[in-house]
């Protein structure tokens, strides 16, 4: 699936499990502008659409892989940019570029349709990114205005986030941000500073620590994502193709 954001749409692809080869097989409208869209369990998908504010869901059918809505858009902060589900498929989570916080929803494990756990949690300047720790008791935002990540524990009943602290120093302008399949590891890709920074998870509280000096990278690192065994990580330069 591929959020195309010039068209208000999402295309649909088939893989060949062999080759990898993509083969199109059609589209959906979404809403204005979607920036992102996310995966849970090959059952539902979640797009963030930067222009009309909202989060669009959709049911994928197993045998042909074709979305079908769920219902109306839910409403999210101003200009989402990043979507992303818990592993348990219990909660999403929004990243609000220009209202500076995250929406937090619940999912309708029968249908997908998502609602609102509350108000958004305030984070740092312009959060670019999202995700979830594998253990799903942490949440990790990369602030692209503020040159910061931060952490928040998720109630394991609501879905509600809670800020465990101050914010720390990542690169510039990080982009994105993720979390090794052990969830000791948490990686930021910093497009301005053409960098990745690393860090500690703490397993009680979920804290940040740095490792170290961030690592270079190619020209404006926008992506950063770790392999299932753990032992590599990989980075998408978007300034360096």
């Known amino acids: 699936y591929a959020a195309n954001h010039n068209d208000d749409s999402v295309s649909v692809y088939s893989v ?7 083969r199109h ?21 979640y797009v963030a659409n930067g222009g009309s504010n909202n989060v669009s869901a959709y049911a994928i059918n197993p ?47 029968t249908t997908g349709a998502l609602t609102s756990v509350g108000p958004p949690v305030a984070t740092g300047t312009s959060p670019y990114s999202v995700t979830v720790d ?13 040159n910061n990540a931060e952490a928040c524990t998720i109630n394991a009943t609501t879905g509600a986030l809670t800020s465990i602290g101050a914010a ?14 052990t969830g000791k590891f948490a990686y930021v890709a910093n497009q301005f500073s053409n960098n990745v920074s690393a860090y500690t998870i703490n397993a009680t509280t979920g804290a940040l ?33």
């Open 134 to 146: 594998p253990t799903g008791k942490f949440a990790y935002v990369a602030n692209g205005g503020s």
């Open 16 to 22: 060949n499990v062999a080759t990898g080869q993509l």
């Open 168 to 181: 720390v120093a990542a690169g510039t302008s990080p982009y994105s941000v993720t979390v090794d399949p």
């Open 25 to 45: 097989s059609g589209y959906v409208a979404a809403g204005t502008d979607p920036r992102a869209v996310t995966v849970y369990g090959g059952k539902f998908v």
């Open 63 to 109: 045998t042909t892989g074709a979305l079908t809505s769920v219902g109306p858009a839910v409403a999210a902060g101003t200009a989402p940019v990043s979507v992303t589900v818990d592993r348990y498929g219990r909660f999403a989570y929004v990243a609000n570029l220009l209202s500076y916080n995250v929406s937090a929803y619940t999912i309708n494990a």
């Open 209 to 241: 620590t740095s490792i170290g000096a961030a690592v270079a990278a190619g020209t404006r690192p926008r992506s950063v994502t770790v392999d299932p065994t753990g032992k590599f990580a990989y980075v998408a330069n978007g300034g360096s193709n």
